[in-house]
């Protein structure tokens, strides 16, 4: 089981097999939206991963949207763990982590408070 943010270990690099136009063996990709903003603005890159990357599990985080955004970050922590904590048990090899601003401090904040 993986533990807290800060042991999340974050591959960029992912071995496959291609089989046709499928790939296999290709890591999880969690995408979470930065500030004052929801996870529609991560749609984009979504569907350029998958249209790149045919059968490659993509989770466009959906929470802290928006105002919610600016909610107390102790609170978003926990609360975005809760969501992706799921996807990185069932990721022996890893995850991808792709995140724009919210992401960045969120492992910092969870860094320094779980030691």
Known sequence: MWG???????????????????????RPVILMHGLLVSSDAMDS???????AHPGTPVFNIDAYNDADSL???????????RVIGPILDS???????IGHSQVLYEEQFW????G
């Open 4 to 26: 807290p943010l800060n042991h999340l270990v974050i591959f960029l690099a992912s071995s496959s097999i291609i089989v046709g136009d499928r790939a296999y063996g290709y």
């Open 45 to 51: 890159l979504e569907q350029r991963i998958l249209t």
């Open 71 to 81: 909610k107390p970050m102790w609170q978003q922590v926990h609360g975005v763990y």
């Open 91 to 97: 990721s022996p090899d890893g995850a991808i982590l």
């Open 111 to 114: 860094s320094a408070n779980t």
